[in-house]
């Protein structure tokens, strides 16, 4: 079952959680739904979400599909693809992120133009 909803402009994606984050994913869980106009970096959508907690198992180089939180810029981030950060294809943030879920299948975002709004609520 998929725990997550991931709406990107008109495209509906399933995403689930990670186990790699626990107080991160609480606070998220605890601000669903979130969403925003996101801006567009790369393969790399963000928008802001404010959650009061410190980095957990942050990385910059994140799985394809990666649903992660950047502490330092309020931010919750998309990663499909490579970011101008990217080396050697990986998805890569500009800074430390923590990986809180992941969508399952990111193929609906390979003809993506431009930022979207972007949505993130409990699956029903």
Do not use: H
């Not at 009061?52 to 810029?73: K, Q, T």
């Not at 693809?81 to 050697?88: F, K, V």
């Amino acid at each position: 079952m998929t725990d997550l909803t991931v709406t990107v402009g008109d495209r509906t994606l399933a995403a689930d959680w990670t186990d790699d984050a626990p107080e991160t994913r609480a606070a998220l869980e605890t601000a669903l739904p979130v969403g925003g106009d996101a801006v567009r970096w790369g393969d790399e959508l963000y928008f802001d979400v404010a959650l009061d907690v410190p980095p957990e198992n942050a990385r910059e180089v994140v799985p394809e599909g990666a649903i992660a939180y950047w502490p330092a810029g309020g931010k919750l981030c998309l990663f499909w693809g490579e970011t101008p950060a990217s080396q050697n294809g990986e998805p890569r943030a500009a800074a430390p992120v923590t990986v809180v879920a992941r969508v399952e299948d990111c193929d609906a975002l390979a003809d993506l133009e431009g930022g979207a709004r972007l949505r993130l609520e409990r699956a029903e």
